[in-house]
Every structure is written in C-alpha cells, then in structure tokens.
C-alpha cells in the first residue's frame, strides 16, 4: 500500500461554521474511522462506538433544526459530510444517511408534541435509527406492502415481516410503514416504533457482497402494540411520507457514493505514482493517465450534480427529478470508478491487502439501494414524458 496521502477534496463550503464542521469530521475520519475501517469490516464488526461517538459530536442530526437537537446545516453540507464518511467507511456513511432517512418522517410530519418528546434523541441523544419501508414480496413496489397495522382503542397493532432493513436488529427505532387501510398507496400509514418493543424481533443479517460491518437484516413484527401517539401523519399519508423521504435519502446515497468513488481514484493515483515498470512510474503511460482522467471527471460531475440537487431543496424548490439523477449518475459512476481503480492496481488490486477490491464490492450495493436504478431511470423519464400510457 502507498505512502503517499490524498489531499483533501477542494470543498466550496456557505460559512465558516460549516469549513469548522468539515475539519471536524476529517480529524473523526482520520483517528477513529478510517485506521480500522478495513479490519472490522473483514471481520464484519459493527462500529456503534463510531454513532455513538458521531451523535456526541452533532454528527447524526446534521439537517434538522436546533431545537430538537439538530444541526441547522443544509443539505449541501450534510451530504458533503456524508462524502467524508462514506470515503473512509462506507458502512458508517451509510449508516448515517439511512439514520436521517429515519429521523424525517417525525420530523417533518410529526405534531410539535411527538417532536418534542422523541427528536432530542434521536437526533443528539446517541439513539441509531432504521427505516422499514421493503418487504420479501415488496421492493420496488413499494405500494404493495403487506404489513399491517390495526387500530385496537388507543394502541395499533402491527404484524408483518420487512426485509433489507439496515441496522436491522441494532437499531433504537424504526420508522415502519404499514398498511391500515385499502390495497394500494392510500392505504399505508407510518409508526415510530420503539427498537425494543414486545413482540419485534430481528432476523439474522443477511450474508452479503460487501458492507460486512454495517447489519442488514429481516423484521418481524407479531402482534407489536404501538399507541397511537406513535402515528406519524394523517391515517393513509404514509406513502407520502416515504417517497418524500426517498428523494432526500436517494441525495444521501449519491453522496455516499462519490465518496467511495474519491477513496478509489486517491488509492489508483497514489498506486500509479509509486509503481514502476520499464524504468518509470506507470502514471507516466498515456493509458493509465487517461483512465485517471477519466475517473476524476465522473467523480466531479456526480458531486456537482448531487450538489446542485442539495441547493434546490435547501431553497425550497422541487428536487425529486434531480434526486434521482444524482443518485443513477453517482452510483453508477462509483462502479465504473471503483472497477477501474481495481484495473490501475494489477493483480494487487484484486486482493485483500489493498482496499480497492472492498470499495468495489460496497460500489455495487449503492445501485440498488433507495431505489434501484432502473427505477431512478423511470422517475427520471416520467419527469420529461409523463407517466406511462397502460
């Protein structure tokens, strides 16, 4: 592995408040996350030290308000944030966007009452959450979700079983949408349920390509008794939460996913330099540096995209086309990047001793998450020719 160090990414941050804030995350990413990134997620290790160190730190509630224990930083700089961590981490800059994915449904649907009795902390109090949106039979329509929730008095009790939930089994709470009414998006409806509620129980996590460290696992719900203080919205609204919730999540996985990209291209150059062949470094040949080339430009257009999504939804304005075209283009441009990385390190780069191969196997995981990208090209097409004709 190279000695030599990436410089930092050039970033055009609003205030001095948020450089302060980036240099705080580099100096976490730098001693805590990165020096054992690649050993615990060989070994599979959940870092909740890491959340917990994260959350004391104003980490975990970033882009929600002060006064339940937010950040009061924009999405432009929460994701660039994200950025940081996913570079070092993947499991933990993931873990991070998914944990804000759970906190908006309260927060922004939430009366001022369950705002004030659960965002303290689960915003800065060291709580960790999840979102249960998929199911076995329920992935990409998501409408048709078969999980239930029944009014009994006072109390809604849910059954049902949610797959590919991250933090599945470690997580404090549970944003958890359930159907309580008709067939189809009307009917679902969504519940702040507690990570220790009776009858809730995790499966074990799923063995997967990559992200060992970060649980992805199956929930049961039997018979969970939640009160109806736990509501989150109007009966029937909870679809509408979720998608609004997905547009600001999808930012976060293509944040995430540039990161991981930067990681792979700061590890392809520092090879390049270093490594000799007929006399000279191998970033001397014209094919290698144009594949550098190359992987640098997607890198900086997905940022730019991601970024200039950020700014419409920090100004208010409709992002949901961008989203999706942030997340299809960084995502996709992260699997090329980390693919090529692979290609500029040789048979090196194919094994365990460098972290390339590892960056290409969590690279994939981003195209499929928050929405595949097949579904983030319909979004997208619907955006310019209107829905499907049937």
Same mark, same amino acid.
């Given at each position: 592995m190279s000695d030599r160090a990436p410089q930092p990414v050039e970033r055009r941050l609003p205030t001095e408040e948020s450089r302060q804030l980036v240099a705080l995350v580099r100096d976490i990413v730098s001693k805590e996350i990165a020096p054992r990134a690649a050993e615990e997620e060989d070994a599979g290790h959940f870092p909740r030290e890491?959340?917990? $160190?994260?959350?004391?730190?104003? $980490?975990?509630?970033?882009?929600?308000g002060s006064e339940h224990?937010?950040?009061?930083?924009?999405?432009?700089?929460?994701?660039?944030? $994200?950025?940081?961590l996913a570079a070092a981490r993947l499991t933990v800059g993931l873990g991070v966007s998914v944990h804000s994915l759970a906190c908006h449904a309260l927060a922004g649907y939430g009366t001022e009452e369950q705002r004030a009795a659960h965002l303290p902390a689960m915003l800065s109090g060291g709580l960790l959450g999840a979102y249960c949106l998929s199911e076995p039979a329920s992935g990409s329509d998501a409408a048709s979700l078969r999980t239930k929730a029944v009014r009994d008095g006072d109390d809604w009790v849910i059954t049902g079983t949610k797959a590919w939930i991250t933090h599945g089994g470690v997580a404090d709470f549970y944003t958890v949408l359930a159907r309580t009414g008709v067939e189809g998006s009307r009917g679902i409806t969504a519940f702040l349920v507690p990570g220790d509620a009776e009858g809730l129980n995790a499966a074990l996590p799923e063995k997967k390509m990559g992200m060992k460290g970060s649980p992805t696992a199956q929930l049961n719900f039997d018979g969970v008794r939640v009160g109806d203080d736990r509501r989150i919205g109007e009966e029937g609204q909870g679809f509408a939460i979720a998608l609004s919730a997905l547009d600001s999540g999808r930012l976060g996985i293509a944040?995430?996913?540039?990161?991981?990209?930067?990681?792979a291209l700061d590890e392809a150059v520092a090879y390049?330099?270093? &490594?000799?062949?007929?006399? &000279?470094?191998?970033?001397?040949?014209?094919g290698l540096r144009f594949m550098l080339a190359d992987m640098a430009t997607q890198i900086e257009a997905g940022r730019a995209l991601y970024l200039e999504a950020a700014r419409l939804r920090d100004a208010g304005e409709p992002f949901s086309r961008q989203a999706a075209m942030a997340k299809l283009f960084c995502t996709d441009a992260a699997m090329r990047v980390t693919t090529d990385a692979v290609q500029v390190l040789g048979g090196y780069g194919?094994?365990?001793?460098?972290?390339?191969?590892?960056?290409?196997r969590e690279?994939?995981?981003?195209?499929?998450?928050?929405?595949?990208?097949?579904?983030?090209?319909?979004v997208i097409a619907r955006h310019l020719a209107g829905p499907e004709t049937r």
């Amino acid at each position: 592995m190279s000695d030599r160090a990436p410089q930092p990414v050039e970033r055009r941050l609003p205030t001095e408040e948020s450089r302060q804030l980036v240099a705080l995350v580099r100096d976490i990413v730098s001693k805590e996350i990165a020096p054992r990134a690649a050993e615990e997620e060989d070994a599979g290790h959940f870092p909740r030290e890491v959340f917990t $160190l994260l959350s004391a730190s104003g $980490l975990l509630g970033l882009p929600y308000g002060s006064e339940h224990g937010g950040g009061d930083q924009p999405y432009e700089v929460y994701l660039q944030v $994200l950025e940081e961590l996913a570079a070092a981490r993947l499991t933990v800059g993931l873990g991070v966007s998914v944990h804000s994915l759970a906190c908006h449904a309260l927060a922004g649907y939430g009366t001022e009452e369950q705002r004030a009795a659960h965002l303290p902390a689960m915003l800065s109090g060291g709580l960790l959450g999840a979102y249960c949106l998929s199911e076995p039979a329920s992935g990409s329509d998501a409408a048709s979700l078969r999980t239930k929730a029944v009014r009994d008095g006072d109390d809604w009790v849910i059954t049902g079983t949610k797959a590919w939930i991250t933090h599945g089994g470690v997580a404090d709470f549970y944003t958890v949408l359930a159907r309580t009414g008709v067939e189809g998006s009307r009917g679902i409806t969504a519940f702040l349920v507690p990570g220790d509620a009776e009858g809730l129980n995790a499966a074990l996590p799923e063995k997967k390509m990559g992200m060992k460290g970060s649980p992805t696992a199956q929930l049961n719900f039997d018979g969970v008794r939640v009160g109806d203080d736990r509501r989150i919205g109007e009966e029937g609204q909870g679809f509408a939460i979720a998608l609004s919730a997905l547009d600001s999540g999808r930012l976060g996985i293509a944040a995430c996913a540039i990161g991981v990209a930067q990681a792979a291209l700061d590890e392809a150059v520092a090879y390049a330099t270093d &490594r000799r062949q007929f006399g &000279r470094p191998i970033a001397d040949f014209q094919g290698l540096r144009f594949m550098l080339a190359d992987m640098a430009t997607q890198i900086e257009a997905g940022r730019a995209l991601y970024l200039e999504a950020a700014r419409l939804r920090d100004a208010g304005e409709p992002f949901s086309r961008q989203a999706a075209m942030a997340k299809l283009f960084c995502t996709d441009a992260a699997m090329r990047v980390t693919t090529d990385a692979v290609q500029v390190l040789g048979g090196y780069g194919y094994t365990l001793d460098f972290p390339v191969e590892r960056l290409m196997r969590e690279a994939k995981v981003l195209q499929i998450v928050e929405g595949t990208n097949q579904i983030q090209r319909m979004v997208i097409a619907r955006h310019l020719a209107g829905p499907e004709t049937r």
